[in-house]
């Protein structure tokens, strides 16, 4: 019998929950939904996010994009794709998610862990909601880069170090590019379009590199 916790912010959180319950979920609530699910050992969160949220992933998405193609990587986006070993009993959606490094060893459009590599960066925006359970099972799942953005501090960049994340200054994924950049141009959002945002970033990128 699962038992609710339910904190103030759109965030549930149910425990004693079985995958198999996991799985009946994720297939009855289906792909076309805002919430985003996490399942850690029998522990279940759900997660409603707010307009902010949504502004601001959509944001980051186009800048992850733009730096690819400016610096001439390849990538594989499968936004908030669900992220998933039974074997390990941990389950995600993250925000967004990318195949960067590893974007050739990818061939298909139904990832499985098991023989597929996780993701090389996961994207969370925690608006009103902490990311801890979320960043227990990115390390389960070996995703080797998180990128959180909080409105405490900003973005903030995280690499799976011996297994623990460790913050770090630049992007292990972008080493041309620190949190601190990155966050100047999120702050350019309010009053700036999106286009304006990532035309601003593209500059910056060539005038680094010329």
């Not at 770090?168 to 620190?178: L, R």
């Not at 999120?186 to 601003?200: C, I, R």
Request: charged share 20%; net charge negative.
């Amino acid at each position: 019998m699962a038992t609710l916790l339910q904190s103030p912010s759109q965030h549930i959180t149910l425990q004693r929950v079985s995958w198999s319950t996991y799985q009946a979920l994720l297939q009855d609530m289906g792909d076309h939904r805002a919430a985003r699910l996490a399942y850690d050992q029998g522990t279940l969160e759900i997660i409603m996010p707010s307009d902010l949220h949504e502004v601001l992933n959509r944001l980051l998405d186009r800048i992850i994009t733009a730096l690819t193609e400016e610096l001439d990587l390849k990538i594989k986006a499968y936004g908030s794709t669900t992220l998933e070993r039974e074997d390990l009993e941990q389950g995600v959606e993250p925000d967004s998610c990318y195949y960067i490094q590893n974007a050739d060893q990818i061939s298909t459009l139904q990832l499985d862990l098991r023989t597929n590599p996780p993701p090389d960066l996961a994207v969370e925006v925690d608006i009103t909601s902490s990311a801890q359970r979320r960043f227990t099972i990115y390390q389960q799942l070996q995703i080797p880069e998180v990128w959180q953005y909080t409105q405490r501090r900003g973005l903030v960049f995280y690499a799976l170090v011996g297994g623990q994340y460790v913050e770090c200054e630049v992007s292990p994924t972008f080493p041309q590019v620190s949190s601190q950049m990155l966050v100047t141009f999120l702050q350019m959002a309010p009053g700036e379009d999106d286009n304006a945002v990532v035309k601003s970033l593209r500059r910056w990128i060539r005038q680094q590199s010329s």
